[in-house]
């Protein structure tokens, strides 16, 4: 790695430490066949009520990221 062979580690990044640690995961669990149908009814609602607020996957991903919870 570029950073660990600089000549001064004090200008090294402080943040290089954070992206080398190792994340946990946690298992995910399947969702409840209730909450699928309510997240499938919530978006076919958003499609239905405004489809040209929709028209490529950058939409898409900004509605998940203004309803986090729905999606």
Known sequence: MIISSL????FR???SDWFR???????SKPDSVQ?????????DEMLTRSPDSFSS????EAA???FP???
């Open 7 to 10: 000549p001064f580690p004090v």
């Open 13 to 15: 990044n402080p943040l």
């Open 64 to 66: 998940m990221l203004m």
């Open 57 to 60: 996957a950058y939409d898409i």
């Open 69 to 71: 919870d729905r999606f």
């Open 21 to 27: 640690r190792p994340t946990k995961t946690g298992s």
């Open 35 to 43: 909450a699928q149908r309510s997240r499938r009814e919530f978006l």
